[in-house]
DNA sequence: GTCTATAGTGGGATAGAC
DNA sequence: GTCTATCCCACTATAGAC
């Protein structure tokens, strides 16, 4: 995180060094992700990583930031492009294919932005609570929306890690939960 | 996974290895748990574990199996608690409460258990069925339970994560998930 | 800003003596 | 079976020259 002195014309740019590493966690996963690896995809040695970012951990906030904004960009979407109006259960369905694609296309980024804990203190104002509006906004009450998020969580990190049957039709498993918890 | 000859005497023994490894595990969760800190605990030098034990993925998977038998039982017993021909609802509660209460009780080995790819080719034969055994004779078909497992496996890992806000109502959500769900 | 060189840490696992 | 002595690996991070 050091700035450039005006002129200058650093051979890599903060906003690249994000963006491979989130392309090299995005197709590798946790293990792929390492200082090297990332200075090695950058053209340039991994100290040379530490003019530009703290740390490992920097990164990683950087690429929670990066999930929750595309999955709540998906939602909002997903939110927006129902009719105004429509029966609670329409929006909770667009709400819920959303949600598991987007998982399903960012593995590794959902995995690292809904497990474990939550460096909340680290993220820009909001940013969580906007990413979970969609959903809150539409579950009808607190309690169902924690209850409908658990539920779209539990049934797509289930999915992620291969704890289904190969048999199991899941688009059936959500159908019924979503019209359960309508 | 070493057989003694007749009449020898380890200084260790196989069920207490896995033993205090859950045990660490317990305590410290997956960083707490290596060869070196295991052997300590046992008094040994890490080498001699070696003896006993193919490695540490072996470990793992004793941990899992473990994980998975004290779930079941729990789960066994809650339902055995339930008078029969209770309705549903209470079956349902009563699994919910055992399983939250099994989780929170063992988090780390929750988490090893339900978390990642499951190495079931290295399980006994029939464990994980058992395991889920509960849950899917009371929920009401297959995609009922899956959708519940879902839901609890979802309200269980977001609390153990500390992802609700300090000031959730988890007992009314898991509440509103079970009504929903039944 | 980037480099080379290196410190420092921690881990899994093996060889061979006793 | 257990030990000591190592090897190997991979990683984060820093120092100092260019």
Redesign the pocket.
Known sequence: M?T?APG?S???RFTQIVEQARLLYEEQGP?GL????L?ARL??????L???VR???ELEVLLIVEALRGMGESLHAALTSVPARSPRRTALTALAAAYRSWALAHPHLYRLATGGELAREQLPEGLEAWTAAPLVGVAGGEHRARAAWAFAHGMTILELDGRFPPSADLDAAWAEGVAALT
């Open positions: 050091t450039s200058a650093p051979s890599v293990e390492t200082m090297r690896s200075a053209g340039i040695r991994a100290p040379s530490y003019n530009h740390g490992k951990d």
